[in-house]
């Protein structure tokens, strides 16, 4: 079944760093891109970081380019988000989402892991 | 940065009836565009990718057109279910970035 599971949220203060992780099962990371998108509290989507299948290329989103860094472990099937000098507007549900092939599609979304910036 | 514009922000229709969502782009992103249906406290949920192709598991009241900078999503026959907040995305520049639009609520 395919499947992805994200972890790591939790109450951080600004400036702080987390590390979330997404746990996929059933494909394979070498045949499908990544992305991780959030979801704010005014309830808007935000993409936040794509990388492709073979695992080369990068992109972030202006917000968060310098402070979030994604990567992988094939080995492991997983996928990570670093994420440093965190910032209250950083606060929101992070997803762990799979590109459907190459379509301009996300198909399949983990349930979220919730990150608050706080002091 | 490629500008997605939805509207109306908010759409409330009776069962039964054909909902329009829309979703207008700043600059061409050829056909590039997906739809996703979100609920309260759930993952959003891919409706349809590039345009016009329903992904696997939606059902044929929802269907996609458009090209260039317009877009709509039709739900041809309101279910009670089918209440949510919905979004368009798309894809720009390589290596690739993406955007959404603001949302469209779609009341029942």
């Known amino acids: 079944q395919v499947q992805v599971v994200e972890s790591g949220g939790r109450l951080v203060r600004p400036g702080g760093s987390l590390t979330l992780s997404c746990a996929t099962s059933?494909?394979?990371?070498?045949?499908?891109?990544m992305t991780w998108i959030r979801r704010t509290p005014e309830n808007g989507l935000e993409w936040i970081s794509y990388m492709s299948a073979s695992g080369s290329s990068t992109s972030y989103a202006d917000s968060v380019r310098g402070r979030f860094t994604m990567s992988r472990d094939n080995g492991e099937n997983l996928v990570t988000l670093q994420m440093n000098n965190l910032r209250v507007e950083d606060t929101a549900v992070y997803y762990c989402?799979?590109?459907?092939?190459?379509?301009?599609?996300?198909?399949?979304w983990g349930p979220g892991t919730q990150v608050t910036v706080a002091s | 940065e490629v500008v997605l514009t939805q509207f109306p922000d908010t759409l409330s229709l009776p069962p039964g009836e054909r909902a329009t969502l829309s979703c207008r782009a700043s600059q061409s992103v050829s056909n590039y565009l997906a739809w996703y249906q979100v609920k309260t406290g759930q993952p959003p949920r891919l409706l349809i990718y590039d345009t016009s192709n329903r992904a696997p598991g939606i059902p044929p009241r929802f269907s996609g057109r458009g090209s260039e900078t317009d877009f709509t999503l039709t739900i041809s026959s309101l279910d009670p279910e089918d209440v949510g907040l919905y979004f368009c995305q798309q894809r720009f520049s390589w290596p690739p970035m993406f955007t959404f639009g603001q949302g469209t609520n779609l009341e029942i």
């Open positions: 059933g494909f394979t990371l070498t045949g499908h891109y």
């Open positions: 989402a799979r590109g459907l092939g190459d379509y301009v599609g996300l198909g399949v």
